[in-house]
């Protein structure tokens, strides 16, 4: 029962948010988007095929604290084509740099009988930018992954670099140890724009060490268009 009502309180909250970013704008974002591959960590949740998701976030009015629920589409191989989230956390700043410490719960509400169909995740971002240079140190760790995975920890490093007032580009490299399955780097290159505060556009060129292990991660230039308001 507890799973179910929260993809009821999920869909709820996206669906609602819109009305509620109108009477408080500075509280409420909405945002949502499509793109022709679903990347995590450098690899597809969508077997290489197109997706889209649906996100709402509420920050408090100092912008510390945040917490986020959201619904994507997947192609996950213990066969689920749903993946709901929901992630809380803060956002301090210290010494000029800027820091997001998460927890998100994921869940998978249509995987195949008897799976693993849901995991927590914990994130340490550490983020600093000196002109048009930007850089991203970033730590992730789950004690139990989704399907047949067990523990595993993600290490990624991003360089950015504005080149207008719209146009960056940012490269990452990132490395999976995973209890139980497979280790990978990962790394991606492309460019964002802004075309204004509500739509982005990025194309990025995806790939990994792992090319023989299935589509997942396989290479990919991945097109994505997001709105946010």
Avoid: C
């Avoid at 990132?174 to 802004?194: C, I, M, P, Q, V």
């Amino acid at each position: 029962m507890i799973r179910p009502l929260l993809i009821g309180v999920i869909a709820a909250a996206a669906l609602a948010s819109p009305a509620l970013a109108q009477d408080d704008t500075d509280n409420w974002t909405v945002s949502f988007g499509a793109a022709t591959d679903y990347r995590s960590k450098g690899t597809s949740k969508t077997m290489g095929e197109a997706y889209g998701w649906i996100q709402t976030e509420w920050r408090s009015y100092d912008e510390l604290f945040y917490a986020e629920v959201g619904l994507a589409r997947v192609k996950q191989s213990f066969g689920s084509t749903l993946e709901a989230g929901v992630r809380a956390g803060v956002r301090p700043e210290l010494g000029g740099f800027s820091f997001d410490l998460n927890a998100l719960y994921r869940y998978y509400p249509d995987a195949n009988a008897g799976a693993d169909d849901d995991y927590w995740e914990f994130t340490a971002d550490a983020s600093r930018s000196a002109g048009p240079v930007s850089g991203r140190l970033r730590v992730q760790y789950s004690p139990d992954n989704a399907g047949g995975s067990h523990a595993f920890t993600y290490y990624e490093a991003r360089l950015g670099y504005k080149l207008t007032g719209k146009l960056k580009v940012t490269a990452a490299v990132g490395h999976r140890d995973t209890e139980d399955s497979l280790d990978y780097t990962a790394w991606n290159a492309g460019f964002g724009y802004k075309v204004d505060d509500n739509v982005d556009l990025d194309l990025r060129w995806y790939d990994t060490d792992q090319d023989n292990a299935g589509p997942q991660y396989e290479d990919a230039l991945v097109g994505a268009i997001n709105f946010s308001f």
